[in-house]
């Protein structure tokens, strides 16, 4: 009786992660409350321009580009 687990070879486990792109974030749950409260303050602000300088500001992606 042996052991019936037999182990990857090492190449194989080498190049199933080569092909992995990108990145891995940790991101806690502090980190998307703070988000979520960031989008609400933007949705809030932009709801309490009328309607015609709304479109002046959805045209910026970060607040440094105004």
Known sequence: FGDSYKAPQ?????ESSAKKK???VVI???DM?????DVKA??????A???EHQL?????ET???L
Request: aromatic residues 6%; glycine residues 4%; hydrophobic residues 25%.
């Open 33 to 37: 409350q703070k988000r979520r409260n």
């Open 42 to 47: 933007r949705t809030t602000l932009l709801l």
């Open 10 to 14: 090492e190449e194989a486990a080498s």
């Open 28 to 30: 806690t749950t502090e």
């Open 49 to 51: 321009l009328p309607d």
């Open 63 to 65: 607040a440094k580009e």
């Open 22 to 24: 990108g990145r891995t």
């Open 56 to 60: 002046r500001f959805n045209k910026y």
